[in-house]
């Protein structure tokens, strides 16, 4: 039986908000991981994975390495599916009108 795992689209966005943020790199390269092995068929079975993951029409928001970070994305299930749209530091996540 062939399985699907999730597409990925904005890792150029994880890697270079990695490279200006050293400390994020552990965190965001697991949170890769698991995508690359998972295929979430919604976000109830997301969230089973990520229990701190918030849906904020139409992204779902990630507290990255113990909410010092925050990634944002798009996800549409039905094609598995990630768009990375924004990687913050937990303030420019509070301080940017990012919706």
């Given amino acids: 039986m062939l399985s ?36 979430f068929k919604h976000f109830n079975q997301l969230r089973q994975t990520f229990g701190s993951a918030d849906y904020v029409r139409p992204y779902t928001v990630f507290n990255i390495s113990g909410n010092r970070f925050r990634l944002i994305a798009l996800i549409h299930y039905p094609v598995a599916t990630v768009m990375i749209k924004y990687i913050f530091t937990h303030a420019q996540y509070d301080r940017i009108k990012w919706r």
């Fill in 4 to 39: 699907f795992f999730m597409r990925i689209l904005g890792r150029d966005l994880v890697h270079a908000f990695m490279r200006q943020h050293p400390d994020s790199q552990s965190s965001l390269r697991t949170w890769l991981q698991v995508f690359e092995i998972n295929d």
